[in-house]
């Protein structure tokens, strides 16, 4: 198998741990690929018409993608690894903290990207916005930090963690640690894990 992913990308090392934590990333081949909107990248395209990362690409040439998709097909190699719960209410949990995961991660992908832009290009009305949106999310994950760290890992666990990860990545003047510290105390832990350990971020694609 073949996973087209960045070492920047938060959505890739998303799709990384879950293969770690399903006992699968001895069989990926990584792929390591420049994705950007201005430089689209023949390759992945020719697998993933969106040209985005994370894509799997199986043996027989099948591709799957998004993060999500791909986390889920992991799971069903595996399913005993827990990532998407049987039980419904914790299923949807899950499902849900995903969804929360990937929104920040979104969130901080774009807002980063508008930040990065030349004097007279970027908008600082939506600066603000996606600073304020980070802050909402982060005050929502500290209100369910609790319980979080009480549950079993799921693919929420690994998305919040990764979306937290990133925010320490590119934003690491933000001090989120003094506004949420009881997330702060999950997410040390989460670092802890050997499949965090083994897909840290890194700055060169």
């Not at 069989?27 to 993933?48: C, E, F, G, K, Y």
């Not at 719960?85 to 949807?92: H, K, N, Q, V, Y």
């Not at 003047?173 to 003094?178: N, P, S, V």
Request: with cysteine; hydrophobic share 45%; glycine share 6%.
């Amino acid at each position: 198998m073949t996973l087209f992913w960045s070492s920047r990308s938060p959505y890739a090392r998303k799709a990384l741990m879950a293969a770690h934590e399903c006992g699968l990333a001895g069989l990926l081949q990584l792929v390591r690929v420049d994705v950007a909107t201005l430089r689209p990248h023949a390759q992945v395209i020719s697998h993933n018409p969106l040209g985005k990362i994370p894509t799997l690409v199986l043996e027989d040439g099948s591709a799957y993608f998004d993060s999500s998709v791909i986390c889920e097909w992991f799971h069903c190699q595996n399913p005993d690894a827990g990532l998407f719960p049987d039980d419904g209410i914790a299923r949807l949990i899950a499902l849900r903290r995903q969804a929360l995961g990937n929104g920040l991660m979104d969130i901080l992908v774009i807002g980063r990207a508008e930040a990065l832009r030349p004097d007279g290009t970027r908008s600082d009305a939506h600066v603000s916005t996606y600073r304020r949106k980070r802050w909402d999310v982060l005050a929502a994950l500290e209100a369910e930090a609790g319980s979080i760290a009480a549950d079993a890992f799921s693919i929420g666990h690994i998305t919040i963690g990764c979306a937290l990860s990133y925010l320490d990545f590119r934003y690491a003047d933000e001090d989120w640690r003094a506004e949420a510290p009881h997330l702060a105390a999950w997410h040390k832990t989460f670092c802890l894990r050997p499949s965090a350990e083994q897909t840290a971020f890194a700055d060169n694609y």
